[in-house]
């Protein structure tokens, strides 16, 4: 079975300050790790995916198979990262298919 | 602009009463999701189509039909609702084969209250 969990469902920072938003998963294969947002009043959409390697808006996230940790970073924050964020796992070794995500952590960066 | 586009965005049934939801694409994607997602729950897979091909999740109530009639739409439909099917209701899109690992396109949702 495969599992993702975000241990903090509410994350207030201030701008400026840096953000680290947990994920660990549980999957007993090669997993596919995503982070997936959204903001206020829009539709949820992808962030960045582990195999990417990328920055997406200062974010990063790097994939620790040891510790099955999947973190999302910004060093500074700015007030317009303020949203709902997702981690989200798939299993399974194909290029499509089942998402299953964390229960969301909602990120407040106060000005 | 392309796009995973609900209808209706808010929807009213009565407990028991059928109801319809449902999501079109113009992406051109051959696999489509959906997703229900509880008040302060994560979304939850429900059942996808890849092309014609129906794959159910095992957990998934057989209240909960869907149908595929072209690419393009995709239904949800809820034969019996009960009041615990209350929920939104997200579409998702994805395309099989991408040389970068799968994105899925999500639509804006529909909010469904049984009455």
């Known amino acids: 079975a495969q599992r993702v969990t975000q241990p903090e469902k509410l994350l207030s920072v201030f701008k400026g300050a840096p953000v680290e938003l947990k994920c660990n998963y549980s999957?007993?294969?090669?997993?596919?790790l995503f982070w997936y947002v959204q903001y206020s009043r829009q539709r949820l959409q992808l962030l960045l995916r582990?195999?990417s390697r990328e920055s997406i808006k200062g974010f990063t996230a790097d994939l620790n198979k040891g510790e099955t940790s999947f973190h999302l970073k910004k060093p500074f924050a700015q007030e317009e990262d303020s949203a709902m964020y997702y981690c989200?796992?798939?299993?399974?070794?194909?290029?499509?298919?089942?998402?299953?995500f964390g229960q969301g952590t909602i990120l407040t960066v106060h000005p | 602009d392309a796009m995973v586009i609900q209808n209706p965005r808010y929807q009213v049934t009565q407990f028991g009463k059928p109801v319809t939801l449902s999501c079109s694409q113009t992406?051109?994607?051959?696999?489509m999701y959906w997703y229900q997602q509880k008040s302060s729950q994560a979304p939850k897979l429900l059942f996808h189509?890849?092309?014609?091909?129906?794959?159910n999740e095992a957990d998934t109530p057989d209240n909960f039909q869907s149908r595929r009639p072209n690419t393009s739409f995709c239904f949800l439909d809820i034969r019996s609702p009960g009041l615990g099917d209350a929920a939104m209701y997200l579409c998702?899109?994805?395309?099989?084969?991408?040389?970068?690992?799968?994105?899925?396109?999500f639509g804006p949702g529909t909010r469904l209250t049984v009455l």
């Open positions: 992406l051109n994607h051959n696999v």
């Open positions: 189509y890849y092309d014609k091909d129906f794959n």
């Open positions: 989200a796992l798939k299993g399974g070794g194909t290029s499509y298919g089942k998402l299953t």
């Open positions: 999957y007993s294969g090669s997993p596919e």
């Open positions: 582990h195999i």
């Open positions: 998702a899109t994805s395309r099989d084969g991408a040389v970068d690992y799968n994105e899925q396109f």
